[in-house]
T-cell receptor
Framework: AQSVTQPDIHITVSEGASLELRCNYS??????LFWYVQSPGQGLQLLLK??????LVQGIKGFEAEFKRSQSSFNLRKPSVHWSDAAEYFC????????????FGTGTQLKVEL | DVKVTQSSRYLVKRTGEKVFLECVQD?????MFWYRQDPGLGLRLIYF???????EKGDIPEGYSVSREKKERFSLILESASTNQTSMYLC????????????FGPGTRLTVT
């Protein structure tokens, strides 16, 4: 079965600094990969997705992520973090034949220092 | 925009009560999902549904049941609520042509005392 690992539970960055959130997956073939963001008290919002093709994908709010097959990773990046980016970020994987299900990582809580 | 709504943002129930959590989506999505979210555990799938009257168990179905009588509505039922079901419950839906891109409701924080 597929699994998703987000090794960082909490990350603190200064406003304006760059950000990278790590995500590793376990699956034999190329999965469908997603990053979602959850602001306090809210549901999840899709940031970006990777299905196939260009391994660098652009998302909303200035985020991007790069699929690296050799490392089984799909790390989320942003060149300059804004205070409003403080939230919890979830990486998720979907697999063909998986019954339309997503498997989520445990999340990374981002704190932004002003 | 897709809108997924959940009947309550906050709910407090007593142990042993029967609890209904309602979810409605307005985009004619065929797929609907119920998750629970707990700190350090991420989101875990309870049940999902491909179509009206169809349901499939997710990873943690024990203690829960679901109902989907209409395409836009997916209900999660706790037959006899227990304190270990205190959690945030999230509903989601997705299009049949893009099943993995899920749209989430705001969540219901359920406390069972």
């Amino acid at each position: 079965a597929q699994s998703v690992t987000q090794p960082d539970i909490h990350i603190t960055v200064s406003e304006g600094a760059s950000l990278e959130l790590r995500c590793n997956y376990s699956y034999g073939a190329t999965p469908y990969l997603f990053w979602y963001v959850q602001s306090p008290g809210q549901g999840l919002q899709l940031l970006l997705k990777y299905f196939s093709g260009d391994t660098l994908v652009q998302g909303i709010k200035g985020f991007e992520a790069e699929f690296k097959r050799s490392q089984s990773s799909f790390n989320l990046r942003k060149p300059s973090v804004h205070w409003s980016d403080a939230a919890e970020y979830f990486c998720a994987v979907g697999v063909t034949g998986g019954g339309n299900k997503l498997t989520f990582g445990t999340g990374t809580q981002l704190k932004v220092e002003l | 925009d897709v809108k997924v709504t959940q009947s309550s943002r906050y709910l407090v129930k007593r142990t042993g009560e029967k609890v209904f959590l309602e979810c409605v989506q307005d985009m004619d999505h065929e797929n609907m999902f119920w998750y629970r979210q707990d700190p350090g555990l991420g989101l875990r799938l309870i049940y999902f549904s491909y179509d009206v009257k169809m349901k499939e168990k997710g990873d943690i179905p024990e203690g829960y049941s679901v109902s989907r009588e209409k395409k836009e509505r997916f209900s999660l039922i706790l037959e006899s609520a227990s304190t270990n079901q205190t959690s945030m419950y999230l509903c989601a839906s997705s299009r049949p042509g893009n099943p993995y891109e899920q749209y989430f409701g705001p969540g219901t924080r359920l406390t069972v005392t």
